[in-house]
């Protein structure tokens, strides 16, 4: 992944409708009153964009309270998954609700919720008529502690004997596989139970842990009992809350006020992780999960850039800081494992790319493990759609990975539907945000996801390159490009000078020019100095290729030949080439010429003259020229691109 | 977690959070907002309020703390007087 500013450069910017959703720096009453008009005027997606950015931002229970009212506003216009879940409770939940519906409408789905009465769970589940029932969930949670329905393993362990506290477990499994079988008769929602937390501290301390038959030993008895029941059930799924609680710290997880106050046993500051944890079941269930991850390369699959520091110097490997890297593979591995594609979207030269991919030591993932890549200096967005395209996928069930917050920003405005994986500048934290995404969450597994990637790789091997080729030709045709050519004039003298200056990526000598200089080159006879302007559907972007050449005899050098980075990738360059090679015909060369002079920064002009059907002819130190014989040159401008060419006044 | 924007006072916090899970606007509150002035300000509402506000500010109210929170104004000085105790 290339230095941030020059990436920016690179981007095509293409949501103009969604430009709005870009502005980052709105003090949070703007936000609120932003949406407040969006509802107001009717405008239902841009509300919706607001809303999900706010929330992005503000991820906290107030916010959840503004953001859940707001959704009420706007459910019915937008196309969400709807679901109705409904909660089986011995506690309080109630406060948690408005946070999981913010979750919810983040990953796209419309939660209708019905909550049981406190601690009527068993009632609800056995009675046909409960409001449960009549409510016709999706889904429910059973969402009971430990110490609700296991009171003689939890508060009153103390004075229970080892056959009484045994015979509890059992009782407490059995109860549990009558109310799932209860439950199947009257509906086929999925059900999702959460299991029994063990207390900490034990009840006896760390005599506890010195047996099997001791409280955590019995807890953990029945939990294996739920787990056997939950897969020997078709859409019963356990919810491993104990993991959960010590993820997060048991000593900070509960409230013990709270829960005397408002029978809340959970903490306001983890009310979120509590609702994210019931969104990692939701996901999955309502199908709103993503089906690919598409990785950047630079700075996210390892340290460093390819292009520029090769491949001793990228960081992969086993020691810091390269083991971060190798983290986020083993993570990317067990997404495979899930049956999720892993895709590439890199700007990079290819051969550099997948040299590292293939020959670096330090790699875990291999090109293999990739069912579909783009490795150009194109547009990442276009990029995405046809990775989409190309596995035959919705754009909306792709994910993406890029260490670079303004690609993502990108990525975000023009393409709303994809899961953007926010990440911080510390690539320690890549592997735990993938991991925490709960658009990788699954429940059941097939034979088919796990060979899927296997599949794709094959199905890449048998129809190659040509199924990407012709999707980029319609990207260049959709863009409806066109391009002003014309001899450098007093007007563009400073912009063309500027250029030589400034450009150093897709620039073949990198030779910088004065003002001066440029004036006195383009009086003399030989020297012909050509600025291209290029404007397409989405806007002009002004004059942005300069091309110098000097005849000599029967032979035309090539002096200069740079494009701002803002249009690499869209054969301007070829359209400027080809009319060179045809004014250099038509001034009687029968030879055009080029040198490519290698620097840190221009690997992206690296293939250009091979590219266009060049021969090499020479190589040294400082570089390689390249020459094409115009006689049986095919050089042509592209026929997508639609050129206007001023001729000078005075030929030969 | 943190809200983007300039430095607010507690009182200006306390009444943007209170906005939003009240459901009215901040400009219509004032320190003097109570239960009694304020239609949606039920027991329920009033716990979801303290959540808010634990959550905020990083932290925790005993029940009689939380029975001192009789309007907004009562309730920000309590939270800025714990906040003096114990700096976030």
């Not at chain 1, 001899?487 to 400073?494: E, F, G, I």
């Not at chain 1, 920064?601 to 266009?612: S, V, W």
Request: net charge negative; hydrophobic share 40%.
């Amino acid at each position: 992944m290339p230095h941030p500013k020059i990436a920016f450069c690179a981007i095509l910017v293409w949501a103009t409708a969604n430009t709005e959703a870009m502005s980052s720096d709105h003090n949070p009453p703007n936000r609120r009153a932003e949406i407040e008009q969006h509802l107001a005027d009717g405008k239902f997606d841009r509300a919706s964009t607001a809303l999900r950015e706010l929330w992005r931002r503000e991820t906290n229970s107030a916010t959840a309270a503004f953001v859940a009212t707001r959704l009420d506003q706007l459910r019915d216009q937008l196309p969400l998954t709807k679901f109705k879940l409904a909660f089986l409770r011995s506690f309080t939940v109630e406060p948690i609700l408005p946070i999981l519906r913010a979750e919810a409408f983040a990953c796209g789905i419309d939660l209708e919720i019905h909550v049981g009465d406190f601690n009527t769970y068993v009632q609800d589940i056995v009675d046909a008529d409960s409001s449960l029932y009549r409510f016709a969930p999706n889904a429910a949670i059973l969402a009971v502690r430990a110490e609700d329905v296991a009171p003689d393993l939890t508060i009153n362990f103390a004075d229970r004997s080892p056959e009484a506290a045994q015979q509890a477990a059992a009782r407490v499994a059995r109860s549990y596989e009558q109310w799932v079988s209860s439950f199947r008769q009257h509906s086929q929602a999925a059900l999702i139970i959460h299991a029994l937390e063990c207390p900490k501290p034990a009840s006896l301390g760390v005599l506890d842990s010195q047996s099997e038959s001791g409280q955590s030993g019995l807890i953990r008895q029945v939990n294996r009992e739920l787990r056997r029941l939950a897969s020997a059930q078709h859409g019963v799924y356990l919810l491993d809350y104990d993991a959960l609680v010590a993820r997060h710290g048991s000593e900070h997880w509960h409230d013990a006020r709270k829960w005397q106050m408002a029978r809340l046993p959970i903490a306001a500051d983890h009310l979120l992780h509590m609702a994210r944890e019931w969104i990692r079941f939701l996901v999955p269930l309502t199908g709103r999960t993503a089906k690919c991850l598409v990785v950047d390369l630079d700075n996210t699959l390892w340290g460093g850039i390819i292009g520029e520091d090769g491949m001793a110097g990228i960081k992969v490997s086993a020691e810091y800081p390269g083991a971060a890297f190798q983290a986020l593979h083993r993570a990317l591995l067990d997404l495979s494992r899930k049956g999720i594609l892993l895709a590439i979207s890199s700007k990079n030269n290819l051969d550099d790319a997948m040299e590292a991919l293939e020959k670096h030591p330090g790699m875990l993932v291999r090109a293999k493990d990739f069912a579909a890549m783009r490795i150009n200096w194109g547009d990442k967005t276009q990029n995405l759609r046809e990775i989409a395209d190309e596995l035959n996928i919705g754009i909306d069930s792709l994910a993406f990975l890029d260490d670079n917050p303004f690609e993502r920003e990108q990525v975000r405005a023009a393409l709303p539907e994809i899961t953007v994986i926010d990440i911080s500048s510390n690539p320690l934290e890549y592997a735990a945000a993938v991991r925490d995404c709960p658009v990788f969450e699954r429940l059941t597994l097939s034979a088919e996801d796990q060979q899927r990637t296997a599949m794709y790789a094959e199905q890449r091997q048998r129809s190659g390159a040509e199924q990407s080729f012709q999707t980029k030709e319609d990207f260049f045709r959709y863009l409806e490009q066109e391009a002003d050519l014309e001899p450098v004039t007093d007007l563009t003298l400073a912009r063309v000078a500027q250029l030589t200056q400034k450009t150093n990526q897709f620039n073949v000598t990198t030779r910088r020019y004065s003002e001066a200089q440029i004036a006195e080159m383009s009086k003399q006879r030989s020297w012909n100095i050509f600025s291209i302007k290029v404007r397409d559907r989405f806007g002009d972007h002004g004059l942005v290729g300069v091309a110098i050449t000097r005849d000599e005899g029967e032979q035309c050098e090539i002096d200069t030949f740079l494009l701002s980075c803002r249009v690499i990738g869209r054969t301007v360059e070829t359209a400027l080439l080809a009319h060179i090679a045809k004014s250099a015909t038509d001034r009687g060369c029968r030879r055009l010429v080029g040198w490519f002079l290698p620097t840190k920064k221009n690997a992206p002009a690296r293939d250009f003259y091979r590219q266009h059907g060049f021969a090499e002819q020479q190589k040294n130190d400082a570089g390689t020229l390249w020459m094409l014989d115009l006689k049986s040159s095919t050089l042509s401008v592209p026929d997508w691109i639609k050129l206007n060419v001023t001729e000078t006044a005075t030929t030969r | 977690m943190k809200n983007e924007g300039e430095e607010l006072s507690t009182f200006d916090e306390v009444r943007s959070i209170a906005s939003d899970i009240l459901g009215v606007p901040a400009a219509s509150l004032s320190a003097a907002s109570a239960p009694a002035t304020i239609e949606n300000w039920d027991s329920v509402q009033h716990l979801n309020l303290v959540l808010a506000l634990e959550e905020k500010f990083s932290l925790q109210l005993s029940p009689e703390e939380i029975d001192q929170m009789k309007t907004l104004g009562a309730t920000a000085q309590l939270i800025d007087s714990k906040l003096q105790a114990s700096p976030r």
